[in-house]
């Protein structure tokens, strides 16, 4: 996860669950306007459609395994590129004076890393979500550090993450996971890594966690931390602020699109910076009609009965 869970769920509950109501009639609460407006509905058969899409869908694992897929074979190229060109290559982490203008990299010293997000990213908070999606619950805060602390057992990997992180250790490459989740936790967090197949993972070595540097839940300052020790070959995350906080500085969504689609930032995906899908929650469930929607591609069907 990019942002804090008290946000992104929040922005995600408006839309998948939404109030109860809403939700069973089929309306949800549109962000921008916070007015009600019929929509298609946010549950099919009792379960929001991201979460039938992300925990039980076998096109949501087909592209999960074509992401790690595609990870593996470019930190490989960029390991033999680094050998026989010799040359100081760039890291995947944008250096401090960064726009989305001008994204410039960190050169790239030291031993080779790639940084994992965890939520969503490397492992699958199903348990979680089946009590929200069951009770038709929001966020809340103290329920999510009871999940943090839970054994692990209601979770499962994200599929194709146990093969690739093998793959990259066994390449020579660190796995270092960057999450929001607390610092307070840490060694539940460990647990429920090692637990799922995802680990070894150790707190403040190849563990960073919200508490660990300044910033809250912006993750450039444990991005920063992380590359002062390696050599970060790419990020992967399921939400845009995995990759940089630029992202999360208050753009409006149609901003947002396109920022991450712009050809100063187009090439990076696929080549250093790798997205996983995550329709359930975050910061990419958000516009209104006019942000989704522009006017230039809106069609009206002109055989609809006129009321």
Same mark, same amino acid.
């Given at each position: 996860?990019?942002?804090?869970?008290?946000?992104?769920?929040?922005?995600?509950?408006?839309?998948?669950?939404?109030? @109860?109501?809403? #939700? *069973?009639?089929?309306?949800? &609460?549109? +962000?921008?306007?916070?007015?009600?407006?019929?929509? =298609?509905? !946010?549950?099919?058969?009792?379960?929001?459609?991201?979460?039938?899409?992300?925990?039980?869908?076998?096109?949501?694992?087909?592209?999960?395994?074509?992401?790690?897929?595609?990870?593996?074979?470019?930190?490989?190229?960029?390991?033999?590129?680094?050998?026989?060109?010799?040359?100081?290559?760039?890291?995947?982490?944008?250096?401090?004076?960064?726009?989305?203008?001008?994204?410039?990299?960190?050169?790239?010293?030291?031993?080779?890393?790639?940084?994992?997000?965890?939520?969503?990213?490397?492992?699958?908070?199903?348990?979680?979500?089946?009590?929200?999606?069951?009770?038709?619950?929001?966020?809340?805060?103290?329920?999510?550090?009871?999940?943090?602390?839970?054994?692990?057992?209601?979770?499962?990997?994200?599929?194709?993450?146990?093969? @690739?992180?093998? #793959? *990259?250790?066994?390449?020579? &490459?660190? +796995?270092?996971?960057?999450?929001?989740?607390?610092? =307070?936790? !840490?060694?539940?967090?460990?647990?429920?890594?090692?637990?799922?197949?995802?680990?070894?993972?150790?707190?403040?070595?190849?563990?960073?966690?919200?508490?660990?540097?300044?910033?809250?839940?912006?993750?450039?300052?444990?991005?920063?931390?992380?590359?002062?020790?390696?050599?970060?070959?790419?990020?992967?995350?399921?939400?845009?602020?995995?990759?940089?906080?630029?992202?999360?500085?208050?753009?409006?969504?149609?901003?947002?699109?396109?920022?991450?689609?712009?050809?100063?930032?187009?090439?990076?995906?696929?080549?250093?910076?790798?997205?996983?899908?995550?329709?359930?929650?975050?910061?990419?469930?958000?516009?209104?009609?006019?942000?989704?929607?522009?006017?230039?591609?809106?069609?009206?069907?002109?055989?609809?009965?006129?009321?």
């Amino acid at each position: 996860m990019g942002l804090p869970r008290g946000l992104t769920k929040g922005v995600a509950r408006t839309l998948a669950l939404g109030v @109860g109501a809403f #939700a *069973l009639s089929g309306c949800v &609460v549109a +962000v921008g306007n916070q007015s009600a407006a019929p929509v =298609a509905p !946010a549950t099919v058969a009792g379960v929001p459609a991201g979460m039938q899409y992300l925990y039980g869908s076998g096109e949501a694992a087909a592209a999960s395994r074509q992401a790690y897929a595609g990870l593996v074979r470019y930190v490989n190229q960029y390991l033999r590129d680094r050998t026989t060109l010799r040359r100081m290559p760039l890291s995947a982490v944008l250096t401090a004076n960064a726009t989305l203008a001008q994204p410039t990299q960190l050169p790239c010293t030291g031993k080779p890393a790639v940084v994992f997000d965890v939520d969503e990213t490397v492992l699958l908070n199903t348990g979680y979500e089946y009590s929200d999606a069951r009770g038709g619950l929001g966020y809340d805060a103290a329920r999510w550090e009871r999940w943090e602390r839970s054994d692990g057992r209601a979770t499962r990997a994200v599929p194709g993450a146990v093969e @690739g992180l093998a #793959a *990259l250790r066994a390449a020579g &490459v660190t +796995v270092v996971f960057n999450t929001n989740r607390n610092a =307070a936790t !840490a060694e539940f967090t460990e647990g429920v890594l090692n637990r799922a197949g995802l680990g070894p993972a150790r707190h403040r070595e190849t563990l960073f966690l919200k508490g660990d540097a300044p910033g809250g839940s912006g993750k450039d300052a444990r991005r920063a931390l992380i590359a002062s020790r390696y050599c970060v070959v790419a990020l992967v995350g399921d939400q845009l602020g995995d990759f940089s906080d630029l992202f999360n500085t208050g753009l409006k969504p149609a901003e947002r699109r396109a920022a991450a689609d712009s050809p100063a930032v187009a090439n990076l995906w696929g080549n250093g910076w790798f997205v996983l899908p995550n329709p359930v929650y975050g910061t990419a469930l958000a516009g209104d009609f006019d942000d989704v929607f522009p006017n230039d591609l809106r069609w009206t069907d002109p055989g609809a009965r006129k009321e």
